[in-house]
């Protein structure tokens, strides 16, 4: 399985951006999808989660400004992000769990990183 993360970039302070990462392969089922990030110097932390139910987490840090969702269809995780601070800048990684048919008879689990996508927010 592999995710391909876009929409990163340069914004000012109070700007918005929209990440999407988009998974494909051999996939049976995504349980849970979500958003990590790391900024220079500093641990990867979560950003935001959402279940295949639908159920969200997110990091105090960011609740009421980001907005995670998914597109089941589409294998599709979003994070929208509003009211950007300089202390938002870092590169973002989006991240599946799921199940993936292995062969005609298996089906697996699987924990799929992408390759991040870098926010900057500049002041």
């Known amino acids: 399985v592999q995710l391909q993360a876009s929409g990163g970039g340069l914004v000012q302070a109070g700007g918005s951006l929209r990440l999407s990462c988009a998974a494909s392969g051999n996939i049976f089922r995504i349980n849970d999808l979500g958003w990590y990030r790391q900024a220079p110097g500093k641990e990867r932390e979560l950003v935001a989660a959402?279940?295949?139910?639908?159920?969200?987490n997110y990091a105090d840090s960011v609740k009421g400004r980001f907005t995670i969702s998914r597109d089941n269809a589409k294998n599709t995780v979003y994070l929208e992000m509003n009211s950007l601070k300089p202390e938002d800048t870092a590169v973002y990684h989006c991240?599946?769990?799921?199940?993936?048919?292995?062969?005609?008879?298996?089906?697996?689990?699987?924990?799929?990183w992408g390759q991040g996508t870098l926010v900057t927010v500049s002041s």
């Open positions: 959402i279940t295949i139910g639908g159920s969200t």
């Open positions: 991240n599946a769990k799921g199940l993936y048919i292995r062969d005609y008879d298996h089906i697996d689990a699987f924990n799929a």
